[in-house]
């Protein structure tokens, strides 16, 4: 393994226990430096994911209610009206009925992108972090090492 990792590559190293030696092959620091490196994690994604979730449940709903209210509103003019069958009338519930679809379908590609573009900034910033860590251990060992310190 060799070069800066993503995400998933830094997740599998600290899942598989590996992160000491990648640290070691790559930077030359041994595995008592992991314990001052930030580890990465699901935690906010699984946040993202659930509110995502949530939300996607919340418009499902809207748009049963939605159809439901269309379809009581179809009746119910049918018996304003008196008549059996009205193409008017139909052609409103048809419409109502691709506007709440429409609705629907706009807000849920709209929720799960918006999470998706959460879900990468996390992982990059956590990428970020990871790298800005083993930056600043680095120094800070280097300049022990300049100093007569600990190696």
Same mark, same amino acid.
């Given at each position: ?42 935690? &906010? &994604? ?45 052609? +409103? ?12 379908? +706009?807000?849920?590609?709209?929720a799960s992108f918006d999470t998706a573009g959460a879900i990468l900034s996390d992982q990059q910033r956590q990428v970020e972090n990871f790298y800005s860590d083993v930056g600043s251990i680095s120094q800070f060992k280097q300049g022990q090492e300049n100093s007569g310190g600990?190696?």
């Amino acid at each position: 393994m060799a070069g800066a990792l993503d995400f998933q590559g830094l997740m599998d190293l600290y899942n598989n226990g590996g992160i000491g030696s990648y640290l070691d092959d790559e930077f030359g620091l041994d595995s008592s430096y992991t314990k001052y490196i930030t580890p990465v994690n699901f935690a &906010q &994604q699984n946040l993202a994911r659930a509110s995502l979730d949530s939300l996607q449940g919340f418009l499902q709903d809207i748009k049963i209610t939605g159809l439901k209210e269309n379809e009581l509103s179809n009746q119910t003019a049918y018996q304003k009206s008196g008549l059996l069958k009205s193409g008017e009338i139909d052609r +409103k519930v048809k419409d109502a009925k691709t506007a709440i679809n429409l609705d629907f379908d +706009k807000g849920y590609r709209s929720a799960s992108f918006d999470t998706a573009g959460a879900i990468l900034s996390d992982q990059q910033r956590q990428v970020e972090n990871f790298y800005s860590d083993v930056g600043s251990i680095s120094q800070f060992k280097q300049g022990q090492e300049n100093s007569g310190g600990k190696k």
